[in-house]
């Protein structure tokens, strides 16, 4: 065998390994969980804090940044999240008014006292990233690095963000330098669109690409789930996070509504006024969201626990968006398509190769257990083999290599890919050995 059909031959291979070692260490993402501290929290979320990985605590009046911890009930309630999820970090969020008078200083001295001698491992900062022009991006920047020298090392900094557009590389750098992690906000969406005044949230790639396209680390990358419902008014360009409705109480609307429009005899009526939307997630955006985070190799996902039907009136059952994503999470693995992932990057090729069928290079029929790569199950070694078929027509052009000798190669490399399936355990029949050409 010439040199360069040998170094094909034994890229196909490193590849594949390489691969199999990637989804065999292939770890579970991460399930940030926001619970509301007053006016209670229920036993039904204490029951599902196992789950979560971190823990991030609010409610209206304990996140005013002003408040210091230091109510008995408050480090009461904390210490009860905490004995129901002993694995998890819990941190406290914060909210930072970025308007005239922001002065970074005077911010990190808040941050500071708001966990200071409190049984927080980090805090979540929450703030107005949507609408931030470029002074303020640069305030928000000094910000981040002056916090992280002050505050104690052992403690996490997280924060929400809005990312509607390309970001700076000099606030960029800040945030991968600073954060253990952004959690990752949509914008409003299908504010705009005709039809019901309930309406799914539909994710896509377009809110992720200011990140997902730079440098910054996908490891630091959670997907926000806002889980309410959010009334969306086409008129006005902000939302607003106290409009947030609980997905039990989005069901009961649903419900009111149709009840409505049989009244009124109209198939899309709303009792809404003026084009006012109520957009929500359902199980199918939150499993889309979940599939994201898998299909990006993200770090993992938000949800606010205390908006997730708890009571179950929706489906019959407790926590539907949770379940949705964790069943996303448990079944990794075995994902046969992604959505919302830009393309164009090292870790979206990998994560195609493990998710989706990339190449349609063998015509021969396999059960349906068995692996190909023309099936919703491609064998590993499917998307390397569809670039160096790619890479084969090149070289055809470039070297002058005649087709015959093209195509006697692809054939060889059709082989190793069935016989490397066959070797790891995904086929059970040995392929059949390639005939040898005569002297």
């Given at each position: 065998m010439t040199t360069w059909k040998l170094l094909l031959v034994l890229g196909l291979a490193v590849g594949v390994t390489r691969c199999y070692k990637l989804r065999r260490h292939d770890e579970k993402p991460l399930t940030v969980c926001s619970v509301n501290m007053y006016p209670v929290i229920s036993d039904a979320i204490l029951s599902k804090l196992a789950v979560c990985g971190h823990?991030?605590?609010?409610?209206?009046?304990?996140?005013?940044?002003?408040?210091?911890?230091?109510?008995?009930?408050?480090?009461?309630?904390?210490?009860?999240?905490?004995?129901?999820?002993?694995?998890?970090?819990?941190l406290r969020e914060v909210?930072?008014?970025?308007?005239?008078?922001?002065?970074?200083?005077?911010?990190?001295?808040?941050?500071?006292?708001?966990?200071?001698?409190?049984?927080?491992d980090g805090v979540e900062l929450v703030f107005d990233s949507a609408h931030?022009?470029?002074?303020?991006?640069?305030?928000?920047?000094?910000?981040?690095?002056?916090?992280?020298?002050?505050?104690?090392?052992?403690?996490?900094?997280?924060?929400?963000?809005?990312?509607?557009?390309?970001?700076?590389?000099?606030?960029?750098?800040a945030m991968s330098e600073v954060l253990d992690y952004v959690i990752l906000a949509p914008s409003c969406q299908n504010a705009f669109a005709e039809g019901n005044a309930l309406a799914p949230r539909v994710y896509t790639d377009s809110e992720a690409t200011c990140l997902l396209n730079t440098n910054f680390p996908r490891s630091k990358i959670i997907l926000g789930l806002p889980t309410g419902g959010m009334l969306v008014d086409p008129s006005v360009d902000r939302e607003s996070s106290s409009s947030l409705i609980p997905y039990g109480n989005v069901c009961e609307l649903q419900e009111e509504q149709?009840?409505?429009?049989?009244?009124?005899?109209?198939?899309?009526?709303?009792?809404?006024?003026?084009?006012?939307?109520?957009?929500?997630?359902d199980p199918n955006s939150?499993?889309?969201?979940?599939?994201?985070?898998?299909?990006?190799?993200?770090?993992?996902?938000?949800?606010?626990?205390?908006?997730?039907?708890?009571?179950?009136?929706?489906?019959?059952?407790?926590?539907?968006?949770?379940s949705a994503v964790q069943d996303v999470f448990e079944h990794r693995s075995s994902v046969s398509g992604i959505r919302g992932c830009p393309c164009g990057t090292d870790e979206s090729a990998e994560v195609e190769h493990a998710f989706k069928p990339p190449c349609h290079s063998s015509d021969q029929h396999q059960p349906d257990d068995e692996c190909s790569c023309n099936s919703e199950n491609p064998c590993d070694g499917c998307k390397l083999l569809n670039r160096l078929q790619g890479a084969m027509k090149t070289s055809e052009h470039v070297a002058s290599i005649s087709k015959n000798v093209a195509d006697?190669?692809?054939?060889?490399?059709?082989?190793?890919?069935?016989?490397?399936?066959?070797?790891?355990?995904?086929?059970s029949k040995m392929p059949e050995p390639v005939p040898q050409a005569a002297p």
């Open positions: 823990i991030i605590v609010c409610n209206d009046d304990f996140c005013k940044s002003s408040r210091q911890l230091k109510n008995f009930s408050d480090s009461k309630r904390v210490a009860l999240i905490r004995s129901k999820a002993p694995q998890a970090k819990i909210e930072i008014q970025f308007n005239e008078s922001f002065d970074p200083d005077q911010a990190v001295q808040t941050v500071k006292a708001s966990v200071a001698g409190g049984p927080f931030l022009d470029q002074p303020r991006q640069i305030k928000y920047a000094q910000f981040l690095k002056l916090l992280k020298r002050n505050l104690d090392d052992n403690l996490m900094i997280t924060s929400s963000f809005v990312c509607q557009h390309y970001l700076p590389a000099f606030l960029l750098n149709q009840r409505h429009c049989e009244e009124q005899h109209q198939q899309n009526c709303s009792f809404f006024e003026d084009g006012v939307k109520l957009i929500y997630d939150a499993g889309g969201r979940a599939l994201q985070v898998v299909g990006c190799k993200l770090r993992g996902i938000s949800i606010a626990l205390s908006y997730d039907d708890p009571a179950g009136i929706c489906v019959g059952s407790s926590f539907p968006l949770l006697k190669v692809l054939e060889s490399l059709d082989k190793v890919v069935v016989l490397i399936s066959y070797m790891l355990g995904q086929n």
